[in-house]
């Protein structure tokens, strides 16, 4: 039986390590909070102590880690030596390209970025998307695994790759996510309703995921979370972060993307402004409000 390691059971690391435990994997899993760690034993895994015994004899790793710093301090060559020697380690947390290129490349055993889309229900569900990067071999050995997590994998190169994957399309999500948003806002006072725009963009070349699956004003999709009150969803602080990592990743590689750092100052603003833990297609509430 394959035996994993689970390390940071949050809002998306415990679902995660309950899907493997029910697929039938034997679940070591290590949080900082106790609470996380008996929630995955009544779901069928084990405690580990500490990161190092979840790392025991493990044939694969994971961790979803909140940020970068977190990943550093917990995946090390010292973490890797307490597992099985054909182990793989696959980093689930989204966090920079740089730390997920430095942290692999430190390590004695083949390590996989594979930062996740979906949010909680995706976690809950098991159908996440992961965006891996790493060599061939350890994708083929961690991909079992991770189909039993989510439901689309994709390989989309070496190291970091997966990372890179994840900022492009977050950043393109926000601006997309903006863009809708002024569209309904200009649609308001010039006295179109939200269901015509929505029935001329969502079938003309205005169509986009933000539009047509997250509309921000409820009524068009009822399935959206502008339908209740903006209750996450995708939070606004996780954008925010998402957005800093792009902007990181532009500044050090040298990518122009003007409207990524428009989107990342106007979350900014809309989490300083209280709007964090509501979901992101909310700022459509503080662009309504903002001065012309
Ligand atoms: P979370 O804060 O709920 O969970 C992180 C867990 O890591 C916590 O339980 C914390 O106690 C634990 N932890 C921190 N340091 C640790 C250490 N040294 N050893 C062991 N455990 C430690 O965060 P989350 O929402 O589960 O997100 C995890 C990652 O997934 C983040 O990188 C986030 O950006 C990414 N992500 C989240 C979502 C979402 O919708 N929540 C969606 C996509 C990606």
């Known amino acids: ?9 949050g809002n998306m690391g415990l679902p995660m390590a309950r899907n493997l435990a029910r697929a039938g994997f034997a679940v070591a899993g290590f949080d900082l909070n106790a609470e996380a760690v008996a929630a995955l034993v009544a779901a069928g895994g084990t405690a580990a102590p500490h990161a190092p015994g979840a790392a025991q004899g493990a044939d694969i790793v994971i ?8 990943v550093r301090e ?18 689930c947390s989204t966090i920079d390209v740089a730390t997920a290129r430095e942290v692999a490349a430190l390590l ?5 970025d594979a930062p996740v889309s979906g949010g909680v229900m995706g976690a809950e569900n098991a159908t996440l998307t992961f965006m891996v990067g790493g060599a061939d071999a350890a994708f083929a050995q961690a991909r079992p ?14 190291a970091g790759a997966g990372q890179a994957a994840k900022a492009c399309n977050n950043m393109l999500l926000a601006i997309s996510m903006i ?12 006295g179109l309703s939200h269901q015509a725009l929505f029935d001329v963009a969502s079938t003309s070349s205005g169509q986009c995921w933000s539009l047509t699956t997250y509309c921000p004003v409820p009524g068009p999709v009822p399935t959206s979370p502008a339908n209740r009150d903006y209750k996450p969803g995708f939070a606004a602080a996780l954008m925010r972060k998402d957005l800093g990592l792009a902007q990181e990743a532009a500044e050090a590689f040298g990518a122009a993307t003007p409207l990524g750092a428009m989107a990342l100052e106007m979350y900014e603003n809309f989490c300083a402004e209280g709007g964090d833990t509501a979901d992101f297609s909310g700022i459509i509430q503080a662009l309504r409000a903002a001065p012309r």
């Not at 039986?1 to 059971?9: A, S, W, Y």
């Not at 004695?108 to 996989?112: E, V």
């Not at 997590?149 to 989309?156: A, L, P, Q, W």
């Open 179 to 190: 863009g809708t948003c002024e569209a309904f806002l200009l649609a308001e006072k010039l």
């Open 1 to 9: 039986m394959t035996r994993i390691g689970f390390i940071g059971l």
């Open 145 to 158: 695994v991770l189909a039993a997590m989510g439901r689309n994998i994709v390989h989309c190169g070496a």
């Open 63 to 70: 961790t979803m880690l909140p940020a970068g710093r977190h």
């Open 74 to 91: 917990v995946v090390t060559p010292a973490l890797a030596a307490a597992t099985a020697p054909s182990s793989v380690f696959i980093d």
């Open 108 to 112: 004695p055993r083949p390590m996989l």
